[in-house]
């Protein structure tokens, strides 16, 4: 039994029931993948169509895929009712355009409600997914030309963010973080009265203020995607 798949409302408002079609377009020459409302769709009219679940892009048991991963690792699942309706908009939205913009994102979820999270983390989490952020472009391609990989840029800027945020990056704060006063000031080591002795944990110290690091995340490999069912491809209903 599949149970992936929800039951929210059962009118095509929530999306807790998405799924992805997928079906050879002969005039076009190409297969093209939708996200429908499981709820809504009758079976008598997906005949020669593949339908994917949740339960068949990945699973706990095997390995999660990453649209399912970097939902769960960003802290975009709550109470998880909403989760695989909300993995199955991205997951199609992928599989017709594996570098999306965050608008594309955004477009894709308008079918989905979320009672939990506030959708920030949700957005946060899948922004690692789109081209919107200028970081993001080139993937890997950086590293082989010498730069950095867009992974990486991007953490470092979420950590320059995060540092602002918190007062750490003023010119009046030390390299601990605190804003006590000072005896060296204009030293090579910008260091205050509340430094500890090093290796020791400063307890003034700010807490990190990211949730998820980009590094947490397997790539997104869009060659890895199980393949269209062939006999659905040859066949002529
Ligand atoms: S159950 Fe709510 S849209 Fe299908
Ligand atoms: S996580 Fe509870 S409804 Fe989305």
């Given at each position: 039994r599949l149970t992936g798949s929800k039951l929210?409302?059962?009118?095509?408002?929530?999306?807790?029931?998405t799924v992805m079609l997928s079906r050879y377009d002969r005039t076009k020459d190409r297969i093209e993948h939708y996200s429908v409302n499981a709820c809504l769709t009758?079976?008598?009219?997906?005949?020669?169509m593949a339908v994917t679940t949740v339960e068949g892009i990945g699973s706990t048991k095997t390995r999660l895929h990453p649209v399912q991963e970097r939902i769960a690792k960003a802290h975009g699942s709550q109470c998880g009712f909403c989760t695989p309706g909300i993995v199955m908009s991205m997951y199609a939205l992928l599989r017709s355009n594996p570098r999306p913009a965050m608008f594309d994102l955004e477009n894709t979820f308008q079918g989905n409600l979320c009672r939990c999270t506030g959708y920030r983390p949700i957005l946060e989490g899948y922004r690692s997914f789109t081209t919107t952020d200028t970081q993001l472009s080139g993937c890997c391609v950086a590293t082989e030309t010498g730069g950095k990989c867009c992974m990486q840029a991007s953490e470092d800027a979420q950590q320059t963010d995060a540092d602002d945020e918190l007062g750490l990056q003023t010119p009046n704060s030390c390299e601990n973080g605190c804003d006590g006063p000072r005896t060296?000031?204009?030293?090579?080591v910008n260091k205050c009265d509340t430094d500890v002795a090093e290796g020791q944990a400063n307890p003034r110290k700010q807490p990190d203020a990211r949730l998820f690091s980009m590094s947490d995340f397997k790539p997104y490999d869009p060659t890895q995607e199980p393949i269209f069912p062939a006999e659905l491809q040859l066949s002529d209903d």
């Open positions: 929210g409302c059962g009118e095509g408002g929530c999306g807790a029931c009758p079976v008598c009219a997906v005949h020669g060296n000031v204009g030293s090579a």
